[in-house]
């Protein structure tokens, strides 16, 4: 049955939403992903594309879902079809859910990591930790019941509803995972070496920006900000008309950004303290430099033991936002019940995942022989697919298709609820040039470029 505006749920107050959007943003593509792609594509110049991609694309764009969203008060399909009904166009509303699927499937695995690593990240003295974590990552009998606990928690979450489940955990633990960080900030950038990695991090040396790094500047952007799949769009549904889109989305791009620059400075100081090459950790990166971190700390087990913790709730409240995007399609799509719906998915995305658990070393096949568009091994050529390209192709269709088929017109009349005289005159055109001509042509740029392989 398909549930009508006025008995759906909403946040239960503003600071509830902004951090639950931050709770579905901050997770570990800001903390996992993001160090060891910038690792990969050449340090300080990637995050220089980073954070120009976050500014001139994505905060733009996250305010064209969140007003969707409340728009329509709809999961990304439904809201689709309340502006555009029995056209292609719903095709791109099937994309986010398809996408989101597909990130859920590997990203559960990596949180099972993270849990794992609550009990299992404190190495003795001496213990080579990429060693450690190799044998860890490839052993079948622990990574796949971590991923599976995992998802049965994202499914109890869900399950408890919007303003129960979700909010009532992103409010307290988000802030904690911060001042954890910064603790461990301090004591990597004083081990002795830190300064180079600083260097690499810090000092961008342009010469190495090439199509590749841009297109990687650009995915992992969509990212860490959930954007590009509807993610944002179904979290604006819940959203009262008096919320200013424009504060509320800011503040969470904010957040969102200091946090990966944060784990950043977590990561590069101690990498080279540790003497190690910054293209060697792929994945694996954050899961072989922190335990050497904390192994030099005073109560390094029991920090090493906090700070998974927090990572692991950091990876539940972005879980949450990937289940509840695919889960509202159901529950307002189709006759199905939320627990029904929430069951369904959530038992398929863990089976989905399977591959993506045994590609790290348990299986060679998984691990090393499949390759696509030069991702070697089907974790990294699902991480491609869904976590960049689809996420880049489904950004543009949703900035084409809020810029000009819904029109922008139609999107600034909803951002200025909330926004009121705030958002009007040159800062709307501005905003409305942005959406309708930059985004859609940088992306398509990009992708383009990678597609005929120009860049
Ligand atoms: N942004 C989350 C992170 O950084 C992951 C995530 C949650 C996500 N929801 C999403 C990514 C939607 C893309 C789309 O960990």
Redesign the pocket.
């Known amino acids: 049955m398909a549930t009508t505006s006025a008995d759906r749920e909403q946040w239960g107050s503003r600071l509830g939403f902004i951090l639950a959007a931050a709770g579905?943003?901050?997770?570990?593509?800001?903390i996992w992903?993001f160090p060891y792609v910038t690792a990969e594509n050449g340090g300080g110049a990637f995050v220089v594309v980073y954070l120009a991609c976050i500014a001139l694309i994505c905060l733009p764009y996250l305010f064209a879902e969140l007003a969707l969203g409340r728009n329509s008060q709809k999961n990304p399909v439904g809201a689709i079809a309340a502006i555009k009904s029995g056209t292609p166009w719903v095709l791109v509303g099937g994309l986010c859910v398809l996408t989101?699927v597909c990130?859920l499937s590997y990203?559960g695995v990596v949180a099972g990591w993270a849990l794992g690593y609550i009990f299992k990240g404190f190495v003795a003295p001496g213990v080579d930790s990429a060693a450690y974590f190799g044998s860890f990552v490839s052993d079948a009998g622990t990574v796949i019941p971590l991923a599976a606990v995992f998802m049965v928690i994202t499914i109890l979450v869900v399950y408890g509803g919007v303003e129960e489940g979700i909010e009532r955990w992103a409010k307290v633990l988000m802030p904690v995972l911060l001042v954890l960080m910064l603790v461990v900030i301090f004591r990597a950038v004083t081990l002795p070496g830190a300064g180079e990695g600083l260097e690499f991090y810090l000092n961008p040396d342009f010469s190495k920006i090439d199509g590749t790094v841009i297109l990687a500047a650009l995915g992992q952007a969509?990212?860490?900000?959930?954007?590009?799949?509807g993610?944002m769009i179904t979290y604006g549904s819940y959203l009262p008309k008096r919320e200013n889109l424009l504060v509320s989305g800011g503040y969470v791009a904010l957040f969102d950004t200091a946090i990966a620059l944060l784990a950043g400075l977590m990561i590069f100081p101690a990498l080279f303290a540790m003497g190690k090459q910054p293209e060697s950790g792929g994945p694996a990166l954050i899961f072989q430099v922190l335990p050497e971190v904390f192994e030099t700390m005073p109560l390094g087990s029991f920090i090493s033991m906090v700070f998974f913790i927090l990572l692991s709730i950091a990876?539940l409240t972005?879980m949450v936002?990937?289940l509840e995007v695919v889960v509202s399609y159901f529950v307002d799509e189709t006759t199905w019940s939320r627990s029904k719906s929430v069951l369904l998915v959530g038992g398929f995305t863990f089976l989905l995942g399977l591959p993506s658990a045994l590609a790290n070393g348990g299986s060679t096949f998984l691990t090393e022989q499949i390759s696509l568009f030069g991702a070697t091994g089907f974790f990294s050529i699902m991480d491609f697919i869904w976590g960049n390209i689809s996420?880049a192709l489904g950004a543009l269709l949703i900035s084409v298709f809020v810029g000009w088929v819904w029109g922008t017109g139609q999107a600034i009349e909803e951002l200025q609820q909330g926004a009121g005289d705030t958002f009007t005159g040159a800062f709307a055109s501005t905003w409305a040039v942005f959406l309708k001509y930059v985004c859609p042509v940088v992306i398509a740029t990009i992708l383009g470029g990678i597609v005929f392989g120009v860049i």
């Open positions: 579905s943003a901050i997770g570990l593509g800001n992903r989101g990130i990203y969509f990212f860490s900000l959930s954007l590009g799949m993610a990876a972005s936002s990937l996420l």
